[in-house]
T-cell receptor, first 117, second 109 residues
């Protein structure tokens, strides 16, 4: 059981370049989300999705796009990378829709460490 | 604004007990979560509290007081593998998670 798979694990970009972080889950979870984690700060929600074809913005959506064409996949696109987007990115999924499950427990991918020069 | 406060770092001795506190001010409350995150790894779920009181799960227990906006995670019989960051997160009235910055726990032999 693979769980939540993120690729790539490491990436270095130059300012202005674009790229896509891939996320796939095999648990048939409706809810998927992208977070960024920066030193000294809590996880911050970028975008989330409560099902195929439905996406919404989180706390820090600027500079990022997402789509959800299937239940399994939720890619995150950086449109024009900036040094402020240097961070560790986590994809997470859960059984809950809008958090309305018994626990809303999130299952995280291993993370993607992005450096923008 | 919404805020989650937890200590930045704590140190404890192998075999001992440690309590990690979390205080919160959020727009509504739909549960409080604790996650464990080893360095360079993903967070993993530890516990969920939505009602006041203590939830025990093996060596780990989590307590919640909604009236005080307060929770703690209690770790007993500490092992070296418990060295990690512990993240407190509250689900607000919109069912979104608000995360604390995490408490780095250092276990010494």
């Amino acid at each position: 059981n693979a769980g939540v798979t993120q690729t790539p694990k490491f990436q270095v970009l130059k300012t202005g370049q674009s790229m896509t972080l891939q996320c796939a889950q095999d648990m048939n979870h409706e809810y998927m989300s992208w977070y960024r984690q920066d030193p000294g700060m809590g996880l911050r929600l970028i975008h989330y999705s409560v099902g195929a074809g439905i996406t919404d913005q989180g706390e820090v959506p600027n500079g990022y796009n997402v789509s959800r064409s299937t239940t399994e996949d939720f890619p995150l696109r950086l449109l024009s990378a900036a040094p402020s987007q240097t961070s560790v990115y986590f994809c997470a999924s859960s059984y809950s829709t809008s958090g309305r499950a018994d626990t809303g427990e999130l299952f995280f991918g291993e993370g993607s460490r992005l450096t923008v020069l | 604004g919404q805020n989650i406060d937890q200590p930045t770092e704590m140190t404890a001795t192998e075999g001992a007990i440690v309590q990690i506190n979390c205080t919160y001010q959020t727009s509504g409350f739909n549960g409080l979560f604790w996650y464990q995150q080893h360095a360079g790894e993903a967070p993993t779920f530890l516990s969920y509290n939505v009602l006041d009181g203590l939830e025990e799960k093996g060596r780990f227990s989590s307590f919640l007081s909604r009236s005080k906006g307060y929770s703690y995670l209690l770790l007993k019989e500490l092992q070296m593998k418990d060295s990690a960051s512990y993240l407190c997160a509250v689900m607000d009235s919109n069912y979104q998670l608000i995360w604390g910055a995490g408490t780095k726990l250092i276990i010494k032999p």
